[in-house]
């Protein structure tokens, strides 16, 4: 975003006071919660729209966050602006992660069709939806990276690798912005990524435990995304809640400034994480409020989210005992006021509220959530071709599992403004698609787990009290496997088991879900385990016993159709793992990027009791085509350091079915200032292929590709070496050539 001065913002900072200024600089949450609510971290719930309410009137709101019904952001409008002296309206942001009324596959899920076109046009409709019941602002893309599925907050993100990371934060940009934040289109908002910079590196995968990350893993891993994010125009950046490498994110001026600002050239605003400044003082970093506030002040945060009592209201005082000037202040607020007039607010701050209703039942966006399922879902495992079903030759179907036919576990978690019934469960999509000729049974199997440790998010969605005995479950489940001619096993995680605050010490099906597998594969019917999880989960036995696995995420409002669709062929699967699958909770944090290192036995077994290879490889994924690659090609052995070099392979579709493939390229440099990646993904390209078609696939390697920041030097090198590249369907890519950097 271009700060450019504005007349209108400038000539109203001249008629500002310190205080109308330092109200700019605060948002507040505005909850609307089920009756009785309480939360230890909130405390008095129910007094908190009153704080807000009395903030609004004072004057001293910037931006307010978690309304989303259009008719109480127009009436919250209308008393910000009555109260305001310069009638300034508040700028309302959401965590729009995964739609608003139409859910669209989580995160995750989008990261895995490893196509921007469809991760925009999906998180367009999102845009859409939040614009019109007045939202302009979103909390996301999250382009955390994430390498430890016991992170409950992967499941936000586009996974382990920061090239895909990049694309797929550029993307979710485009998709919500519609483009630069000088100008944000009338059908679009603000995109904010996050979490600035390290989250997804917490210790034991812990939930906002310190991140400790080298600095080339930051530069070289952690920051790109964020970085593709600016580039493609975000014009704002959430500041993490975590100490990184001992200096907590929101009070961490090489961050916000020298990184952000100076590296990056990052020009919106930065907000905090919620109570992130206050919080300053919990991590024993700050002396108190004033001291939080204006240490996060001058590192570079801007905006600051609270649920009570803002550090930042010290900022008035901190300006009169000189610890603050007004031109740092004036820094920050030009740049809220600069988002509140690319986003129209000064000129049009309200919303209509027919129309809302409008854009939020709009068929087309439903379209685009199924399509988007579809092409997300990873298909693991396909012995002996067991999908596509043959839907003219069954009559009886068993579907089991807790979450068949659960529509909020459909839905995933980060969304509240959904509609359970237009939810499409794997149940509801399977009866629909197979039509009365067929008998779909269907049994739960086992009960739904619930938390082990209650947790803030408690509040907004009490948690579901398991119900029924597990012995008669499953039995019930042996009986109805055993009396279909194939069984869809729906087994995963609760959507609450998954997401912030939501991190797992284990990464087993949780329950007595492994049991009830088991027992079902025992009757001799054919299985085919459908998986919704925001991570990997431990397939060890599924692996071998199963003989047909689809990951289809939290699919999402469409999502049984879209399922559906996929188990009987009238979708081919296209998804591909966006992570490296670990064998177990052991392994973690694992991907596909490693350099050798020592290694005497040359494919590495390091682990006593465990092999040292993932279950599945990062960017793996079946299809019900099938795909074979030619010999890979460079256009010479032989280039300058800022040369570049195509890299070609023929493709074919050998099977008789359309399909998508996704060829990925692998880069190792066999030499050089640091050691490199054995494979690291430098290239892809989607490709769709018709049954029996073969196209020329081309990459090219230049010196963007091969550039790495190295802790020799301290500092971005390009090295004069030799290198493989690798084509091929997932990281384990066999088929390779080699070429000299001079
Ligand atoms: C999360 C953010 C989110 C914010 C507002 C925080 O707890 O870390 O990702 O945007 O809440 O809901």
Request: glycine share 10%.
């Amino acid at each position: 975003m271009t700060v450019a001065p504005s007349p209108r913002v400038e000539e109203l900072l001249a008629r500002m006071s310190v205080a109308d200024k330092v109200g700019q600089l605060i948002q507040y949450f505005s909850f609307s919660l089920p009756e009785g609510a309480t939360s230890d971290v909130v405390g008095d719930v129910a007094g908190q729209p009153r704080a807000v309410d009395a903030a609004l009137d004072a004057g001293g709101v910037g931006s307010l966050l978690f309304v989303t019904d259009p008719a109480r952001i127009n009436a919250l409008q209308r008393r910000a602006i009555a109260g305001n002296a310069h009638g300034i309206p508040v700028l309302f942001g959401f965590d729009v992660i995964h739609g608003l009324r139409t859910i669209l596959p989580v995160p995750i899920a989008m990261a895995a069709t490893w196509d921007a076109g469809i991760v925009e046009r999906a998180q367009a409709v999102a845009a859409a939806e939040a614009r019109a019941v007045g939202i302009r602002w979103t909390f996301a893309p999250m382009v955390d990276i994430a390498r430890d599925a016991r992170w409950g907050r992967m499941i936000e993100g586009a996974g382990e690798d920061p090239l895909l990371g990049g694309i797929v934060a550029a993307a979710q940009v485009r998709g919500f912005q519609g483009g630069g934040a000088d100008r944000i289109p009338a059908d679009r908002i603000l995109a904010g990524p996050k979490h600035f910079a390290g989250y997804g590196a917490a210790l034991g995968g812990r939930d906002y435990d310190q991140s400790e990350i080298s600095d080339q893993e930051l530069w070289n891993v952690y920051l790109p995304p964020f970085r593709a994010a600016i580039e493609a125009g975000a014009g704002n950046i959430m500041a993490a809640y975590m100490d990184l490498n001992g200096v907590p994110a929101s009070g961490n001026r090489w961050l916000l400034t020298d990184v952000l600002r100076d590296a990056f050239g990052f020009e919106g605003f930065v907000v905090s994480d919620a109570n992130s400044v206050k919080d300053l003082e919990t991590h024993h970093f700050a002396e108190g409020p004033t001291d939080a506030g204006v240490r996060a002040l001058q590192a570079g945060l801007d905006l600051e989210m609270a649920i009570a009592d803002p550090a930042f209201a010290h900022l008035v005082d901190a300006v009169e005992s000189g610890r603050v000037s007004e031109t740092e202040l004036d820094t920050s607020v030009r740049r809220l006021l600069a988002a509140k007039e690319a986003l129209g607010l000064f000129d049009d701050p309200y919303v209509d509220e027919e129309a809302a209703a409008r854009v939020l039942a709009d068929p087309a966006h439903r379209d685009v959530a199924r399509a988007t399922a579809a092409a997300s879902a990873v298909l693991l495992r396909n012995e002996g071709g067991v999908l596509p079903l043959d839907a003219s030759a069954l009559s009886q179907v068993a579907v089991i599992g807790p979450y068949a036919g659960s529509k909020r576990d459909t839905l995933g978690p980060w969304v509240f403004d959904y509609d359970l019934d237009e939810t499409v469960t794997i149940l509801d999509g399977v009866r629909a698609r197979l039509g009365t000729a067929v008998t779909v049974t269907h049994a739960a199997g086992v009960p739904r787990v619930t938390r082990e440790f209650p947790s803030l998010f408690d509040m907004f969605e009490p948690p579901v009290p398991p119900t029924g005995d597990p012995d008669e479950l499953i039995a019930g489940a042996v009986a109805a496997a055993s009396a279909a001619e194939v069984a869809i096993l729906v087994l995963g995680e609760n959507q609450e088991m998954i997401g912030e605050n939501a991190s797992r010490a284990s990464l087993e099906l949780p329950g007595a879900q492994q049991r009830l597998l088991e027992e079902v594969v025992a009757t001799g019917t054919p299985v085919v385990l459908v998986l919704m999880s925001g991570r990997p989960l431990d397939l060890r036995w599924a692996s071998e016993h199963v003989p047909a696995i689809l990951e289809v995420w939290y699919p999402g409002t469409r999502g049984g159709e879209a399922v559906a669709d996929l188990l009987v062929g009238d979708a081919t699967p296209r998804g591909r793992l966006p992570f490296t699958w670990p064998r177990s909770v052991g392994q973690v944090p694992m991907h596909h990027a490693v350099t050798r290192s020592h290694d005497p036995q040359k494919q590495g077994q390091r682990y006593w009791d465990e092999q040292s290879t993932p279950l599945y490889p990062f960017g793996f994924g079946l299809s019900y085509a099938t795909f074979s690659y030619g010999e890979v090609a460079v256009s010479t052995p032989e280039c300058d350091r800022d040369g570049r070099i195509e890299v070609t392979v023929e493709l074919t579709n050998t099977s008789a079915i359309d399909g998508v493939e996704v060829a990925q390229l692998y880069l190792h440099q066999r030499s050089g200032t640091s050691s490199r990646p054995l494979r690291k993904l430098t290239a892809f390209r989607v490709v769709e292929l018709a049954a029996g078609a073969t196209e020329r696939v081309a990459f090219t390697v230049g010196p963007d590709q091969r550039r790495y920041w190295s802790a020799a030097t301290r500092d971005w090198t390009l090295d004069a070496a030799e290198f493989e590249v690798y084509v091929g369907p997932d990281a384990t890519a066999e088929r390779s050539a080699t070429f000299r950097v001079r």
